[in-house]
């Protein structure tokens, strides 16, 4: 269950991430169009909010809200490599 909580996360972050045209820009190359990043938010804050009730069930809510925010930071920090990763680009040709 603990990897089912970190998957909802890591897919709630990506949602955030495409629902801003910056990010957007980096990971698909490309804007998502109208009203998709409206879903896009709304679908990251209802993924969220699902882990941390996920992580209260499973572990009480001390211990639970504790884990969600593992949860949080390592979703976050996978997508923002992700954001960041830079794709080879093939050499210029010299003539």
Known sequence: MFWLGFGVTIVGALCLALSQ???AKL????????PWPIVARGVGIALWLAAAVLGAELYGVGIGIATFF?????GSWAVALLATWRRPVAPARRR
């Not at 990971?27 to 109208?34: A, D, G, T, V, Y």
Request: charged content about 25%; glycine content about 0%; some cysteine.
């Open 27 to 34: 990971i698909l190359q490309r804007e998502l169009q109208r």
């Open 70 to 74: 593992a949860w949080a930071c390592l």
């Open 21 to 23: 045209s910056k990010h």
